[in-house]
């Protein structure tokens, strides 16, 4: 069964500080994406990858940074948390081509900034 | 600026009625609309999907009619029951984009 885990599920961070989310993917998807969801914004895409090796800018990308070392692991770093970065994550992993097929999301990590 | 646009934000209805959930979008080379339903605390999951090829899709109580012509689509909820509350998201992609969310409707249906 197609799965993506994420951690923390949980994390409460001091602004100024560093936080990295972690994400793990075993469907062999080519495709990771970072989501953040906040009430009245739907769900907006961060970063995303294609492959090892690769990161992409999504559609609010200032003030993170992302790493895919690995076809299974994309990560999310807040190099400097800000209180306005508190939300819910999510992680996602998909085929080639947004038009391929459905995406698997992870449970989310909810994240905090004081 | 927001591709995809969904309304209402948030609906109820009493158990049995049909919930309608619509959905427009901006970019006529989408051709892939995925429904996503979330539950909450926990991540989005495909509930149904349409290609821009046909106008109309099935699975069981739920219901996708699409206008390419309009650009819209809505997602029809046949003798909804208390376990669809959820909130539920329209995505819109081509072959050479991701996946563009939404705002989501909230549906509340009362037993």
């Known amino acids: 069964e197609a799965a993506v885990t994420q951690s923390p599920r949980n994390k409460v961070a001091v602004t100024g500080g560093k936080v990295t989310l972690s994400c793990n993917q075993t469907?062999?998807?080519?495709?990771m994406y970072w989501y953040r969801q906040d009430t009245g914004h739907g769900l907006r895409l961060i970063h995303y990858s294609y492959g090892a090796g690769s990161t992409e800018k999504g559609d609010i990308p200032d003030g993170y940074k992302a790493s895919r070392p690995s076809q299974e692991n994309f990560s999310l770093i807040l190099e400097l948390a800000t209180p306005s970065q508190t939300s819910v994550y999510f992680c996602?992993?998909?085929?080639?081509?947004?038009?391929?097929?459905?995406?698997?999301f992870g449970e989310g990590s909810k994240l905090t900034v004081l | 600026q927001q591709q995809v646009r969904q309304s209402p934000q948030s609906l109820t209805v009493w158990e049995g009625e049909t919930a309608i959930l619509n959905c427009s979008y901006e970019d006529s080379t989408f051709n892939y609309f995925p429904w996503y339903q979330q539950f909450p605390g926990e991540g989005p999951a495909l509930l149904i999907s349409i290609r821009s090829v046909s106008d109309k899709k099935e699975d069981g109580r739920f219901t996708i009619f699409f206008n390419k012509r309009e650009k819209k689509l809505s997602l029809h909820i046949t003798d909804s029951q208390p376990g669809d509350s959820a909130t539920y998201f329209c995505a819109a992609a081509n072959s050479g984009t991701y996946q563009r969310f939404g705002t989501g409707t909230k549906l509340q249906v009362v037993p």
């Open positions: 469907n062999n998807h080519n495709n």
């Open positions: 996602a992993s998909g085929p080639t081509g947004g038009n391929t097929g459905q995406l698997y």
